[in-house]
Structure formats: C-alpha cells, structure tokens
C-alpha cells in the first residue's frame, strides 16, 4: 500500500500548539503529532508529552486521586498455550506435540489452577488473569478430547468452571482474557468475572487479510470481528481493558483509526476501563523475529496521541516489562496512568523473554517520576464503585472483600475463598415490595414516572437524540392519496399478497384516506379467506413475577430498581395463588414472564414451571422471553437447547415471542441498550421450534424506526417461519410513550399514528400470508375503537383477557388490565363478527373450561383478579 507523506517539521510543530492549547483533534492533526520527535526541552516529542502529561494530571485530580498511579497485584493463569490461531509474532501458543515432548497437557488441571491461585492469594495477590488461546477444540482434536474427557463441551466452558474455582476457593478476581466471544458467551462469562479483556491491536484489515501479514490465517484476528466483541462488551456492561499493538506493519493513520474506534465505543457505552498501548518486541522462533522493535520515541509519541484522543477520564497503561526501566520515567511524562498486572510469582507467559519489573523498584521509579504508587484491582474504581450492572451480584461480595472506599485495593488485604452461588433455594421464598401493583397501577397509580437512578442508568441522551431525531423527523410514511405506487402495489397484493417487494410493501405502508381503506379491505378479504369470521381470544392470566431488572431498556417503564418503591417481587406462594385463581376463573393459560432480577437463580425458571405444573397440571405455560431464557442459560451454564429442554421438561410449554422489538441492530442498540441482539433472538426462537416449543412472534414499532425497519422485520418472521414453521401468531405491539424513559428524554416520537397502525396491520396480514395465520392485536395499548379498526384491517385475534397487565400499565397505558368474556365479545359484536374461545395454540378449550370460564362463579373469579376487595 502507499505510505502517507511524512508531514514537514512545521507542520508538526502546528499540531503540537494545538495540542499544548486543549484543542479538540482531528485524525489527521493526531497523525501528525505521531511524528513529532526530539526530548530536549522546547522540541516537538517533548512538548507533545507535556501536553499528554497535563491532560492526564487533570483526570486524575477530577477522580479524586491526584498524582496516583496504579497497577493490579495479580498471578497469571495460563489456561492452554493451544489456539486455533496462527499469529506470526506469538511465542504464547504452542503445539500438541511439544506440550506433549514437554511433558505437559493441552491444558492446566483444576489443581494447576487452583495451585497457582492460592499461592498468589498468600502473596497478597488479587487477581487472577486467565490468559488462553481462541477455542483451541476448533484446530486441535486434543484438546476436543481432553474437554470432553473432563466434562467440558468447550475451552469456555472450562474457563467459567475455572473461575468459579478461584472465586470459591482463593478470593482472587478473574480477569478473563480469552480471545474473541459472542454476545451470549459473554454473558456466561460476565457472572464469574470482576472484567473482561481483548486486545483490538490494530484496524489494518490488510495485515489479516493479506498473505504474508502478521495475522494472515488467524480467524479471530479480523478488526470487524474484534470491534464487534469490543461493542458487544459495553451492550452487556462489561468493565472491559482493550488496547492497540503498535509496530507490526501499521501505518500511523491506521494507529489513530485504532485509537479512534476505541474512543468511540467508550464514549457509546462507558465499558472501557483502560487502553493499553503495547509496543511489539520481536521474539526468537517466530515468523517476526527479524522484524525491528518499536523505536522508543516512536512509541512513546503514539501513548502520548493516545492519551490525548482519549481525554482525561480514560486509563492509559503500559506494560511496565516490555520497556527498559529507564525507559519507564518518559511513559509516565507522556500520559500513562497504570502499569497493568504485574505479578510477584507467575512469568508474563505472552513475554516470558520479559521479566516483570519488582514492586518496589516500580514504586520507586514512579515517586521518583513524582507520582504514588496504588494497588487496584481488576476492575477499576469507576466500575468498583459504580451501580448494578457493572459488577455481576455474584461477583460483588468477592470484590468488596477487597476494596477500599476508594475503590482502589486495600493493600495487604490477602484474599480469601467466598461461596460463589446461585442464591440459595430461599429465592421466591417470600415475596417484597408492592406484591399488588397490578392492582394498584389503575386504582392508586405508580409512584413517579420513571426509576430512580434515570441520568446513571439510561447516561447522556444527546449522542442518541442527534442519531435518530433527522431520521425521524425527515421520514414521512403517509403518501398523497391516490398515490399510482400503492394503486400497482394493491393490484400485485391482490394476486400475490406474500409476494410483493419491499418497494412495494412500504408504498402500502405509505396509504392514506381511501388508499387505507382498500388496503384495509384487502387484508380484511385475506383474513376472511385464512381465518374465517370468527374474532378468536384466549382466557389467560398475566403473572410478572418481578419487576426488578437491570437490562437498562431504555424504552422500558416497567423495570424498577430493588430499592425503587414500584419494585416488587412474587413469592413462589403467591404465584402459585395465582394461578389457582386463574383455574378457577376458567383460564386456560398462564402467560409469565419478569424482569432479570440480578439475585434470580437460573434455575429459578424451572421452579416457576414446576410451581404452575403443581398447582394446576392441566394448564398451558406460556413463559419467559428469549431475554429471560438468555438469562436463564447463563446462569446455569446450559446451552439454549439444554435450558429449553429442561424448562419443557419442568412444563413449559410455549414461548412468548416477546423482546423482538426491532430486529435490527442499529434499532434494538438505542431502544434496548445492548439487549439481545438480533441473531440471538432469532437463534433461541429457532431453538424453541427444535425441541417442540411453539412460540409467538412479535414487533414494537413507532419509536425509533420507520416502515423500512417494519418491512424488514416482517421478512425475517418470514423467513424464519419457512425454516421452522413454528409460529401461531403474530403480535403487534405499538409503542406506548408516556412514561418510556427513551421519550421522555426526547430521542423516541409519542407512539405511532392511528394511520400507521392501521396500515402495519395490513401489510403483515399480506407479508405473512402463508406463513403465520393468525394476526393479533393488543387491546391494552390500542383501546376499542384501535381494536376495532385493526379487526377490520387484517387482525383476527385479541390475545387475552389477561387478569393482570402491568407492562403496559407502568408504560402510561390507560386502557385497564382485564377484559372480560363479555368485554371480548362485545368487541367482536360491535363490527358485526363473531367472539371464539381458544386454546394457547388456537384449539378449542374443553367443554369444562368453556363452561368454568362462563359460569357466574367464574366471571367473580376473573373480576377478583383485579379488585380482590
């Protein structure tokens, strides 16, 4: 490739006033700065430290720790030298045939581990770094087979079995750095670590993709791939250490990039707790062993441009034993606030050539520098410090064991073994909080319009009200009337409903006046034709067991804090009453879901299954949302299959389709925060068809998006729908506003328009024609006369008489919690349509239930449900 021009010494020295003035850089101007040369006083490099120098002297005073230094007193575990990767630098990974000339296996035992962990806890260390090669079982059969021998299906799932050890057994903290995760496996991992790392080390997609380059022949080494990891992280609130490996073939345009990429998922979702900047040292037996070493006033100007694109809040470290310790004093002068992990018993296993510096000849150097040194500990004192979800309630305990009030490590402390757990069988013991908020949300209301900690929890709305608000407000969805393009796209539809193009699809989103109402009767026609007349519902009982959660949805009213005075808990008793309730009122369905309760045990959704099963055997468990099953799997370390399998086993019995809302990525990051991304969802829907569980599908829509996102959305139902078949329904969900947290800080419009839900109720009867039958409509958010209209426009189904209905409710809903039979019916009557009773999976009830649901006891029953006086 062509190497850009050197920049001319003026030019240099013009980057370098601005930076010594404060000013903002650009990329270019920071790639300048990277050729700034010369120590003396008054030269570029020199000056350019300075500047570094200042910005980090001001970050440390606004954390309240001003002149200090840090680093974490930790033992290296390294879990397998084994990697399915071929990096030309590395002396970290080997071989199965010299683990085996060497006497070793493809991994350490339990007792190397704990071995290693406990001796460094008597040391006075705290953490515990698990250093490991990327899923070594996908290049080796060895290390398959040791796995497999040991009870693992996986390297990750022996490194989270590992870490709970240490946990358990030492009191050290887990730093897990195993290379490139998906989204679900951090989520497994998150429950047994303090952080997580992974170095980016470069952008240059050429050095992964061009023969001859350092990472040529290395999977995981792909820069998207490893900034997807680095985004996935900060979606699950992951304290998270990443960083740049400089001098392997990078140019200095693509160092900025690097820098750059990791400012801005920082700035996105506040995970990064520290920025390595790591110079290459060539290494004997490698592909790169002739390759120079980073010159040191090379280096040192890249940590200073790093500092300076990162600001003062970040952390920039060094590795203290990768530069000579004379060198160390101009690290510091040219921004470096931590010296990373050093360790007073294991080697540095990725630089075993590069012995760590002694602890207090570090501490000397930096006081002679002018600076104290502090121990920390694996995760950083923000994170320490900072609200549920940084810190995994598992992993708390173990981690305040350790640190001081200032989030720092107490020094001297020595760590010592804690239980890790699920919480104990007492879960669901007893129920907290306001236990009747189903009741109370129509007739007392909620206690304030949003959860307490709404600036910490939901951060700075500017980034995403500037993202969406052009999108929003330059859209417009409603067309001329008589617009040709919806007059051709409604002669297509008529002959091929199903098989219109997108193009096609959105003009008849666009419909308005007379348009509308031929859309209207045309997927009212379909319905007729698919469905018949009949207006079908289910009599089901609602049961939200919690609504504690802290996903941070940010569209969500319904989750509460433990602390917050809307939040509640239902003990295993008071479901179980529930559901007795619901019988005898005549339901035949029990649809349950709650929030992620950090103190839930995974196995806690079983218990819930087999309580309903014992209370009523006969009654249809329709339960937990591909979020609550994600949830569920992490925690009980099962995969998606096992967790369904045993939920079915326990008496699931079909899964609502919910925590869809958009499926698009870009969509689903400012609605929901990081929650679920959209080929999870679809993975564990597809996983639920698999192992014989029905399930719903759904779409929330008139926030964020636009019809564009509708269409697409509709496509992947239905594309899902032709693999699996496993669909009943297809539920639309429009968004209610008024407490939403994303609308009341003005980045979501107030919900969609009465046109547009008339129009998206259409189109998905003629999009899913042939693929899902059934279309429902939510009473709760769209009220009787939206109902009506949508019945008349394609729907044929109104869920249920629900009982109890919260979601909706906290939402700001005014539209109640239950809907008698007679309710329903009158509904259906009123459009000249019969009302039928069904079944979860669109049966008929029993004769029994029919007539339960019916009878006069029965209508006092359901009527209880909600005014228990």
Known sequence: MTEPLTPTDSAVRRAVTRAERGVTLDATEAETLLHARGLAPGEPLDRLLAAAGRVRDAGLASAGRPGVVTYSRKVFIPLTHLCRDRCHYCTF?????????????????PDEVLDIARAGAALGCKEALFTLGDRPEDRWPVAAEWLHAHGFDSTLGYLRAMAIRVLEETGLLPHLNPGVLSWEEIQRLKPVSASMGMMLETTATRLWSEPGGPHFGSPD???????????????????????????????????????????????????????????????????????????????????????????????????????????????????????????????????????????????????DAGFTLRERLAAQPPYVLGPEPWLDPRVRPHVFALAGDDGLAV???????????????????????????????????????????????????????????????????????GDPEVRAALAHAERDPAGLSDAEYLALLGADGPDLEAVAALADAVRRDVN????????????????????????????????????????????????????????????????????????????????????????????????????????????????????????????????????????????????LPTATWLEIIKTAHRVGLPTTSTMMYGHV??????????????????????????????????????????????GPTVRENRAVHAVARLLLHGRIPNIQTSWVKLAEAGTRAVLQGGANDLGGTLMEETISRMAGSENGSLKTIADLEALAA???????????????????????ARSEEGRRRLTLSINPA
């Open 93 to 109: 990974v080997t071989t199965p045939g010299q683990l085996r000339a060497a006497g070793k296996a493809p991994f350490l035992s």
């Open 532 to 675: 018949g007349d009949d207006v079908t519902y289910v009599v089901n009982r609602n049961i939200n067991f919690t609504n504690v959660c802290y996903t941070g949805c940010r569209f969500c009213a319904f989750a509460q804090r433990r602390t917050d005075a809307d939040a509640y808990t239902l003990s295993m008793q008071q479901v179980g009453d529930r559901v007795d309730e619901a019988w005898a009122a005549g339901a035949t369905e029990i649809c349950m879901q709650g929030g992620i309760h950090p103190d839930l045990p995974g196995t806690a959704y079983f218990d819930l299954a087999r309580e309903v099963k014992r209370r009523q055997p006969d009654i249809h468990l329709h339960a937990f949302s591909p979020m609550e099953i994600v949830n569920g799997a992490a925690r009980t370390g099962l995969s998606f299959e096992d967790f369904l399998t045993a939920a079915k086993e326990a008496g699931l019995s079909s899964v609502p389709g919910t925590a869809a809302e958009i499926l698009d990525d870009d969509v689903r990051w400012v609605l929901t925060k990081g929650k």
């Open 221 to 367: 080494k792909e820069p998207a791939v490893r900034l997807r990891v680095l985004e996935d992280a900060g979606r699950s609130a992951v304290p998270f250490t990443t960083g740049v490996l400089l001098g392997i073939g990078e140019n200095y345009a693509e160092r900025v990039d690097a820098v750059l990429q990791i400012r801005a998922s920082a700035q996105r979702h506040g995970h990064v707790q520290e920025v390595i900047v790591q110079n290459f040292r060539a290494k004997p037996r490698t592909a790169m062993q002739a390759h120079d070493d980073l010159e040191l006033q090379e280096y040192v100007a890249a940590v200073a441009v790093t500092r300076l694109l990162l600001g003062p809040k970040a952390r920039v470290q060094a590795p203290p034993n990768l530069s000579d310790s004379t060198e160390l004093g101009l690290l510091l002068r040219a921004g470096v606030d931590d010296w990373g992990g050093v360790s007073p018993l294991t080697p540095d296993h990725v630089n075993p050539e590069r012995p760590w510096p002694e602890l207090d000849a570090l501490a000397k150097l930096s006081d």
């Open 411 to 481: 020094e001297g402390r020595i760590p010592a073994g804690r239980p890790w757990q699920e919480p104990d069988d007492s879960w669901g013991a007893a129920g907290s909080g306001r236990v009747d908020l189903h009741v109370e949300v129509d007739t007392v209301g909620r206690t304030a319009d949003r959860r307490s900690d709404f600036d910490a929890v939901y951060g700075d709305w500017s980034v995403l009200r500037d993202a969406t608000t052009a999108a929003r407000d330059g859209h417009s969805t409603a067309l001329t009337v």
């Open 830 to 852: 009123a459009i000249g349509r019969p009302a039928r009773q069904r079944t979860t999976e669109y049966g008929t009830p029993s004769e029994e239930r029919i007539a339960t």
């Open 705 to 750: 998006d636009t019809p564009a996102h509708w269409v697409a959305h509709l496509r992947t139902l239905a594309a899902l729908q032709d693999e699996t078949g496993g669909f009943t329904e297809f539920v639309l969900l429009p968004f209610v506003h008024h407490n939403s947290p994303i609308y009341l800080a003005g980045v979501a419009r107030p």
